[in-house]
């Protein structure tokens, strides 16, 4: 099942964006550290053009740092983009922010006009937080749940900085097909966009092959299954998710599942990997390749029927 979520006030979102972007001297991308491809939204790239970004890989403690070390190398290859593994627990590291903001634009004057920074990031990636942090006061709106910030306000970080707060948007068609997935998995997705048992398989069928440990010390299966619905069975019964008849309950061993990757109970976790992402993108182009040409074939098979009527 192909998971998308775009509500109407995320298309503004974009076009405010748009518009004012011409003004910004550094924008500051928040990603989810667990998922840096699939929280990197596309669209960003031809907004921003080539002024400098900073992308914050936050809910770093949740991610595996070992990966998440492969993505700030395989990030910064682009010209004029710096990475930073960022987490709200560690004010220090968001703190980092602001001399960086400074680094990236020492080519200008900045006595003559302040540094205007703006900040995105997809839904519930946490920005609100780490604005609250970066600002010392409570200035954004914060919360669990995906799409709380409904439109942009200003906000000075200190006496050089200011800083453009965007609402969390996503883009209208999600692509390879496993981002939705992992998007739903982390948060991003509002609950209600999609099935937890079609996510938690998903999840299951990754963790299973990837984390086999995490899944061993948090449930105490031995040995792990490596399919899908297996493992959620395993879970499923070590957890007492069960309905009638001593069957799992695959509606509450799902929610159980999704919940505590959220969280991080299983441990620090990353979804995703550079080579990973690059077999997913070029499997999805195939894909999209071959539904091109069938219809281009059905089309072409169309008219000459229609010709042939005449």
């Not at 990475?83 to 680094?103: F, H, N, T």
């Not at 879970?235 to 505590?260: M, P, Q, T």
């Amino acid at each position: 099942m192909a998971i998308n979520w775009f509500p109407g006030h995320m298309h503004k979102a974009r076009k405010d964006i748009a518009r004012i972007m011409s003004e910004v001297d550094v924008v500051i991308e928040v990603l989810d550290a667990r998922i840096p491809y699939s929280s990197e939204n596309p669209l960003v790239p031809n907004l921003r053009g080539t002024t400098p970004c900073i992308k914050l890989l936050n809910k770093a403690d949740l991610a595996d740092p070992e990966i998440t070390s492969v993505w700030v190398r395989h990030m910064e290859k682009e010209q004029g983009v710096k990475a930073l593994p960022v987490s709200a627990r560690q004010p220090a590291q968001i703190r980092q922010l602001l001399p960086m903001c400074r680094e990236l634009v020492a080519d200008r004057n900045t006595e003559a006009r302040n540094i205007q920074a703006m900040i995105m990031g997809i839904p519930n990636v946490g920005k609100s937080t780490l604005i609250n942090l970066l600002s010392g006061r409570k200035i954004a709106k914060t919360g669990d749940e995906a799409g709380v910030t409904k439109a942009q306000q200003r906000i000075r970080l200190d006496e050089r900085i200011v800083l453009t707060d965007t609402p969390g948007f996503l883009w209208p068609k999600l692509t390879p097909p496993e981002c939705g997935y992992r998007l739903a998995a982390t948060g991003a997705i509002k609950d209600t966009a999609f099935a937890y048992d079609d996510v938690a398989m998903f999840l299951a069928g990754y963790l299973g092959k990837r984390y086999p440990q995490a899944v061993q010390g948090r449930y105490g299966i031995d040995p792990v299954p490596d399919e899908d619905v297996a493992l959620l069975e395993a879970v499923g019964r070590a957890r007492a998710c069960l309905g009638r008849g001593g069957h799992v309950d695959f509606d509450k061993v799902s929610a159980l599942l999704v919940n505590e990757l959220r969280s991080g109970l299983l441990g620090p976790i990353s979804l995703e990997t550079p080579d990973m992402i690059e077999k997913e993108v070029a499997d999805a182009q195939r894909a999209a390749e071959i539904k091109a040409q069938q219809k281009a074939e059905r089309d072409a098979a169309r008219r000459a029927r229609a010709r042939k009527n005449r």
